[in-house]
Nanobody
């Protein structure tokens, strides 16, 4: 069974920075795209950033120039460096990955449990 475990959330002042980490564990043959989603109170979950196994990245417009997604394939880990944080970035952030456990398996979509990021003075 594959699990994604996030860490790094917390309370930060506007203009501050946080780094989120998400490590995949379990039986893993390969991981394709990994991403970070967020869900603010009363809003739908949205994709914030994603990165393919080859390193191609995608960001929503509201975080471009402030957030950076990266991954370490040797550690099955994805990161989200968040700088110049704004109150509107406050949300629960979820890690997502397409994981293939074994050669006889198809890719499975796996979600982390979420980590809360609060941006407030």
């Amino acid at each position: 069974q594959v699990q994604l475990v996030e860490s790094g959330g917390g309370l930060v002042q506007p203009g501050g920075s946080l780094r989120l980490s998400c490590a995949a564990s379990g039986t893993i043959l390969s991981i394709n795209t990994m991403g970070w989603y967020r869900q603010a109170p009363g809003k739908q979950r949205e994709l914030v950033a994603s990165i393919t196994s080859g390193g191609s990245t995608h960001y929503i417009d509201s975080v471009k120039g402030r957030f950076t997604i990266s991954r370490d394939n040797t550690k099955n880990t994805v990161y989200l460096q968040m700088n110049s944080l704004k109150p509107e970035d406050t949300a629960v952030y979820y890690c997502n990955a397409g994981v293939r456990p074994t050669i006889s398996s198809r890719f499975l979509e796996v979600w982390g449990q979420g980590t809360l990021v609060t941006v407030s003075a």
